[in-house]
């Protein structure tokens, strides 16, 4: 642990063998928490700013957990449940919101926010599952659910106020979620096994929402401009 700076808080908790963790926090009033219990665990926490806080919460074997914030009040929440799960969370920018909750085996998620307000929530549960959320502007919120083994899901969000919401239960199903723009909404919800969606909002104020169940099904949303709807239903 390595603090330079006025008022910063490090707590690291590690029960078991082979866990490593390092903490760099420079500024000030900065807090991280570390909790690795089991075997062979990492962690990396650098704070560069003032007012982040960073939680990381790692359960089991060969779990590893990076989370890098440089600006002001940026939060991280980071749980880790099973083994051989990865979590990389980069912050950039000011009052920045990262939950990603993963339980099984061999999950990955990627979250990188720059801006200010953005919000990101990622929620996996099975094996081999993995996430990629890109945010870069004012207020964007992404949530991802995945359930099973073997999905996939990104979604990048360029702009400010954008919503994306994709959910996936089953095996193989893959999610790309691409918006440009202000105030757009995308809901993706895929049940079975190897469904394909792919949704790009290029403006503002348009809305999407895909609604998959069963096998094999493949969907494309294009909307160039604004105020534009749409509705997939298989």
């Given at each position: 642990v390595t603090q330079i700076g006025d008022g910063n808080l490090s707590n690291?908790?590690?029960?078991?063998?082979?866990?490593?963790?390092?903490?760099?926090?420079?500024?000030?009033?900065?807090?991280?928490?570390?909790?690795?219990?089991?075997?062979a665990n990492g962690s990396l926490v650098a704070q560069l700013g003032s007012g982040n806080e960073s939680t990381v919460d790692q359960d089991g074997g060969l779990n590893g957990s990076l989370v890098l914030q440089s600006g002001d009040r940026n939060k991280s929440d980071v749980t880790q449940d099973g083994l051989a799960n990865f979590s990389g969370v980069v912050q950039l920018g000011e009052d920045n919101f990262s939950t990603v909750s993963q339980d099984g085996e061999f999950n990955g998620s990627l979250v990188y926010?720059?801006?200010?307000?953005?919000?990101?929530?990622?929620?996996?549960?099975?094996?081999?599952?993995?996430?990629?959320?890109?945010?870069?502007?004012?207020?964007?919120?992404?949530?991802?659910?995945?359930?099973?083994?073997?999905?996939?899901?990104?979604?990048?969000?360029?702009?400010?106020?954008?919503?994306?919401?994709?959910?996936?239960r089953g095996a193989e199903n893959g999610s790309l979620v691409w918006q440009d723009g202000i105030d757009n909404t995308s809901r993706v919800k895929q049940k079975g096994d190897e469904n394909g969606s792919i949704v790009a909002q290029l403006g503002d104020k348009n809305k999407s929402r895909v609604d998959q169940e069963g096998d094999y099904n493949g969907s494309i949303v294009a909307q160039l401009g604004n105020r534009n709807d749409s509705r997939v239903e298989q």
């Open positions: 690291v908790y590690q029960l078991g063998g082979l866990n490593g963790s390092i903490v760099l926090q420079t500024g000030g009033n900065n807090m991280s928490d570390v909790y690795q219990l089991g075997i926010q720059e801006g200010e307000f953005n919000s990101s929530d990622v929620d996996q549960r099975g094996e081999y599952n993995l996430s990629g959320v890109y945010q870069e502007g004012a207020a964007n919120e992404s949530r991802v659910k995945q359930r099973g083994e073997a999905n996939g899901s990104a979604v990048v969000q360029l702009g400010d106020a954008n919503y994306s919401k994709v959910t996936q």
